[in-house]
């Protein structure tokens, strides 16, 4: 049984954005705060390489939208980290540090499904 390279593309495809839907399952799910913790740094980091892909895309296509869209990705993980860590301790900034990071890994997903 052989794969051709576009099999593969879509299997590493699906396997992100399992990987991406159970963090962020996990992440609002969980009680643990160090879980949480965690899982928010990984969805972050996957954000921020679903932009760095689509970026790479972008400048190989020098399509202006896909341009707009990695950077857009990669400023929300951006902020998001950048709120987790100003935010001190506190819950509310926090919840929204991770919901600043699942947008991140939604428009991430989208943008690598559209190009």
């Known amino acids: 049984m052989y794969f051709s390279i576009l099999d593969l593309l879509v299997l590493v495809y699906a396997a992100v954005a399992a990987l991406a839907m159970t963090a962020v399952g996990l992440m609002f799910g969980l009680k643990n705060p160090k879980a949480k913790k965690v ?5 972050v980091a996957l954000g921020a390489g679903l932009a760095l892909f689509g970026l790479r895309v972008a400048f190989d296509s020098m399509v202006a939208f896909y ?16 709120v987790e860590r100003l935010g001190k301790k506190k819950s509310a900034m926090f919840t929204v540090a991770r919901v600043m990071s699942t947008a991140a890994l939604a428009f991430g997903l989208f943008n690598t499904f559209l190009w």
Do not use: D, M
């Open 39 to 43: 899982l928010f740094y990984v969805s």
């Open 67 to 82: 341009i707009g869209a990695a950077v857009i990705g990669a400023l929300l993980c951006v902020g998001a980290i950048l």
